[in-house]
């Protein structure tokens, strides 16, 4: 581990092994794409090839370490240029996959590590590739340095998740562009935002967009409760005396939960149908118009903005120096704004908003933390 004084800026250059030290690093990426995941895969690789290691880019996430692969990527002999080039561009150039290793898989992965020679891996995923890092770790398969990822944000041990702050913008701006519907065609506009069960994309992209009403899969309200701030929020006045006759609402997808009857191989079902859902109870209950917008995989395609390219670059840079100083058993995180690593035995379950976050009264993103707010209002 780094001394906790040592952060991505004054990390000490990678250790320069001596040839009986060379190592092969195994990098792949497992999940769901976020924007930025090309830039962990570049400096990662950057870094231990300057520090005269070698790289391989395995395909497909933790299913081409199922077997040995011939389409293999080589990331060492890509140029200086051509690593940074790899940086700004969106998906993932190993392409990925959600697979899981079962128990009786083990022995074959054990087998794959020995077939492409690798010394250890660095797994770039969610809860679920990096459960299976930490697992293989665990039983001594494949020694591995996790880096969280998700645009959901909702890896626990880490306060963000690269990839996260593009799917918001994208998010706020299509809410934002809702309100023009709205507006002119007097009705309420419903906006359904990724992240599976975690609301901090819709909770981020609603309050950045200027949603009315936010709801997320954390905090269910109740129908009633529901429909008289739509009624309110609909008929509120401007300094015009006029009412807004307009409404947006931001929906998370998992809001209303998943959909059983299509399901991963972790066992996550399918998630739609949730604005559609919100509209139906809407018209009935107010007779109000209403139109949906599923932002869906926009969200998370397509190149990160600066911020994510950065982070993850960053979050890249620092995984590959823990692997040149053969320091495995590690999760690249963000603590406290500064980038560190923490135990890979950390990684368990997911990371959700909280009523520090959320106001469930105002049904938006809480913005005077609750310790304050006592003190404000008194
Ligand atoms: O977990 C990330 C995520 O993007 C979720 O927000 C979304 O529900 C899911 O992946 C979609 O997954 P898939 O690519 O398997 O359709």
């Known amino acids: 581990m780094l001394a906790p004084q040592q952060h991505w800026w004054n990390i000490p250059p990678p250790m320069v092994p001596s040839p009986e030290h060379k190592q092969r690093v195994g990098i792949f990426t497992g999940g769901g794409i976020a924007p930025g995941l090309n830039a962990v895969l570049s400096t990662a690789a950057k870094v231990l090839k300057e ?16 077997e040995v692969r011939p389409d293999i990527v080589n990331l060492t002999r890509m140029s200086r240029r051509e690593l940074h080039d790899l940086m700004s561009t969106g998906g993932t150039t190993l392409r990925s996959s959600r697979t899981k290793i079962r128990e009786e898989q083990y022995a074959a992965v054990a087998e794959a590590v020995r077939g492409y020679g690798l010394t250890g891996i660095i797994a770039i995923g969610g809860d679920d590739t990096l459960g299976q890092a930490r697992a293989l770790h665990e039983q001594g398969i494949v020694q591995a340095i996790g880096v969280p990822k998700t645009v959901d944000n909702d890896v626990f041990g880490t306060d963000r998740t690269f990839g996260f702050e593009t799917a918001c913008d994208r998010a706020a701006g299509v809410i934002r562009d809702m309100r023009t519907d709205a507006e002119s065609m007097t009705r309420v506009a419903i906006v359904e935002v990724m992240g599976r069960n975690a609301g901090w994309i819709t909770l981020h992209g609603g309050e950045a967009g200027g949603a009315d009403i936010t709801l997320i899969p954390e905090f269910p309200i109740d129908e ?3 429909i008289k701030r739509v009624q309110e929020v609909f008929s509120e006045q401007g300094a015009d005396g006029k009412p807004a006759n307009a409404a947006v609402i931001a929906i998370s997808e998992g809001y209303f939960g998943d959909d059983k009857n299509e399901t991963d191989a972790f066992g996550h079902g399918k998630m739609r149908g949730a604005a ?3 509209a139906e109870v809407i018209k009935r209950k107010t007779g109000i118009g209403t139109q949906e917008q599923v932002i869906g995989y926009h969200a998370r395609n397509g190149a990160p903005a600066a911020h994510d390219a950065i982070f993850a670059s960053r979050l890249g840079a620092y995984a590959g120096t823990l692997a040149s100083q053969n320091t495995y058993g590690r999760m690249v995180a963000l603590r406290d704004g500064q980038i560190t690593d923490v ?5 368990a379950g ?29």
């Open 350 to 378: 997911g990371r959700y908003v909280t009523d520090d976050f959320y106001d469930p009264v105002t049904m938006t993103m809480r913005l005077v933390p609750k310790k304050l707010q006592h003190a404000i209002t008194i």
């Open 276 to 278: 559609q859902r919100l």
């Open 51 to 66: 520090s005269g290691h070698e790289v391989l880019g395995i395909p497909e996430g933790w299913k081409g370490m199922l």
């Open 343 to 347: 135990p890979l035995s950390e990684v």
């Open 224 to 226: 009633d409760t529901l």
